[in-house]
């Protein structure tokens, strides 16, 4: 028999992680994130709202070395255009959002893991690749 299994999202998102450092351990095994306002309390093996940030054995997983997006632009596209008029801004994003605002921008790469219909792409990056680009 020839089966073929399918891999989520999720499943792979799941190894690209790192143990955070916004939260705190609150008893029974449940852990308080605080990378957000929600301040999720994530029982062990749940995700948090944002479903990329979750709790294994005690400790916070939060996304590490890809992007979903990752983008050099005129800073007059951006919300802080103020800042530095006529300079280049780089931005970059990862998967999920705490949010499922319906008029989002970013839909595809904010719901993904959420919605079968908002699926989008992501890329191995490190930290250090990111903050070489941005000095390029």
């Known amino acids: 028999m020839n089966v073929t299994q399918t891999i989520t999202p ?9 143990e955070g450092l916004l939260y705190k351990d609150i008893g029974n095994g449940r852990i308080e994130c605080y990378s957000c306002g929600h301040r999720c309390a994530i029982g062990e093996g749940r995700d948090g709202i944002c479903k990329v940030r979750f709790n ?27 800042a530095l008029p006529g300079n280049l801004a780089m931005s970059f994003g ?22 079968s219909k908002a699926s989008a792409e ?15």
């Not at 999720?10 to 790192?18: A, D, F, G, R, V």
């Not at 990862?94 to 919605?115: A, H, I, K, P």
């Not at 992501?122 to 390029?136: K, R, S």
Request: proline share 5%; charged share 20%; glycine share 6%.
């Open 10 to 18: 999720k499943e792979i998102l799941s190894k690209k992680t790192k």
């Open 56 to 82: 294994r054995g005690g400790k916070l997983y939060v996304p590490w070395g890809y992007v979903a997006a990752l983008q050099l632009d005129p800073i007059e596209k951006k919300p802080f255009f103020h």
């Open 122 to 136: 992501f890329q191995a990056v490190t930290p250090e690749d990111i903050a070489f680009l941005a000095h390029q």
């Open 94 to 115: 990862m998967l999920g959002c705490d949010y499922q605002c319906g008029y989002c921008q970013n839909w595809l790469t904010s719901q993904t893991l959420r919605d």
